[in-house]
């Protein structure tokens, strides 16, 4: 498409060159205009092509094998994706308008068949999703006369996205509840890990992370110290700024989040990036007054380490990693990691994000918001 852009102004250009430059500035600005919703057009196309080709192979999934005209339906999609593919290199105006047409003569047959057997479709808009690997996938959820009502899974975090469901369920539905599950499932009920939530008001739903916690207003404190190398009752060691800790420092230190306590299904997760190698883990948690479920990087003569959070970063380094590892001037991120946890790295959700400046304890440094990471969206019917 860039080439056909490209040797569309090259042409345009050279023809007109010893015209009254104006005037055909503003002809070209047209035609570039004209070129743009050409290629605007054309991906409204494939997108809503691609819906069509997810609302099918939901209904599959909805009609367990019956054919109903499915098969039919598949092979103009098929048809019409082949012809979208060919417009790449080059279409008109009248070409776009065949496409349409025909993609709503598709639309009209889905609709039919959606009638014919009592469901109806259920729209997903979602942004901020990460993909989970092989090991788990997102499942919705209507909440139909207080139950749970499964309306499908998947593991794209492209979208939009459509899923049939019983069109009486889905008039009837009054929130949707996203969830992580088990790629292999053996339990028919929503997990603990309830990731999304929102109430239908008409025939939308704005979905977004509440109903895992409310961070429009949290804060988190770190400080640079490295108690694991010390014997109890010793002296400081000099080398504060290779372990950092979660909270304000004392004699113990005290917590230094203002974070709200999670539901099951999740827990916090400290992190401290290294630029041009990635993070590294301090630990989980889930209480801001006890130490982390982790110290496998502290040393070993007090490595159980302060009731906070945290970790020093003195032994058994990551691949990638050298040890002792300097925090002054890196960034320490909080994330919400799903339990059990999909990946190694971070989730999505990273409520906290601060820089970690180059005075150690007794000086601290402040997290700050990050609402941007966390998930948000539309779900119709």
């Known amino acids: 498409m860039k080439k056909v852009l490209f040797?569309?102004?090259?042409?345009?250009?050279?023809?007109?060159?010893?015209?009254?430059?104006d005037d055909e500035f503003d002809?070209?600005?047209a035609s570039i205009t004209t070129l743009q919703s050409q290629v605007s057009s054309l991906a409204t196309l494939q997108a809503d092509l691609s819906t069509i080709q997810n609302t099918v192979n939901s209904l599959q999934t909805t009609l367990d094998g019956t054919d109903v005209g499915l098969t039919n339906i598949l092979a103009k999609i098929s048809s019409l994706q082949t012809d979208l593919n060919a417009l790449t290199a080059d279409f008109s105006e009248a070409d776009l308008v065949m496409l349409q047409e025909n993609l709503s003569l598709l639309q009209a047959d889905v609709d039919e068949i959606l009638k014919s057997q009592n469901v109806d479709s259920l729209i997903l808009n979602l942004t901020g999703l990460d993909e989970l690997g092989d090991d788990f996938m997102y499942e919705g959820w209507l909440i139909v006369n207080g139950s749970p009502v499964s309306t499908g899974t998947f593991s794209s975090v492209s979208f939009p996205q459509s899923f049939t469901v019983n069109k009486s369920d889905l008039e009837l539905a009054v929130k949707f509840v996203l969830t992580i599950e088990p790629a292999v499932d053996p339990d028919s009920a929503p997990s603990e890990t309830k990731y999304m939530v929102g109430d239908f008001s008409g025939n939308t739903a704005s979905v977004n992370t509440?109903?895992?916690?409310?961070?429009?207003?949290?804060?988190?404190?770190?400080?640079?110290r490295t108690p694991t190398d010390e014997v109890p009752g010793s002296t400081n060691n000099g080398n504060d700024e290779?372990?950092?800790?979660?909270?304000?420092?004392g004699a113990p230190p005290t917590a230094g989040f203002g974070l709200p306590e999670l539901p099951a299904g999740w827990k916090y997760e400290g992190w401290v990036v290294v630029e041009g190698i990635g993070p590294v883990t301090t630990g989980t948690f889930t209480s801001f007054t006890t130490a982390d479920d982790s110290n496998g990087f502290s040393g070993t003569e007090n490595n159980a380490g302060p009731p906070v959070p945290g970790e020093d970063f003195f032994l058994n380094a990551p691949t990638g990693f050298t040890f002792p590892l300097d925090v002054r001037g890196r960034t320490a991120v909080i994330s919400i990691e799903p339990y059990p946890d999909n990946s190694p790295a971070p989730f999505t959700m990273k409520p906290l994000v601060g820089a970690v400046g180059q005075e150690t304890a007794p000086v601290t440094h402040d997290l700050g918001l990050n609402l941007a990471s966390l998930p948000t969206g539309t779900v119709s019917r």
């Open 210 to 224: 509440t109903i895992v916690g409310d961070f429009s207003s949290s804060w988190g404190k770190a400080f640079l």
């Open 7 to 21: 040797s569309f102004l090259v042409i345009t250009l050279v023809i007109t060159s010893c015209k009254n430059y």
């Open 27 to 29: 002809a070209l600005n």
């Open 242 to 249: 290779n372990g950092i800790w979660f909270g304000t420092p």
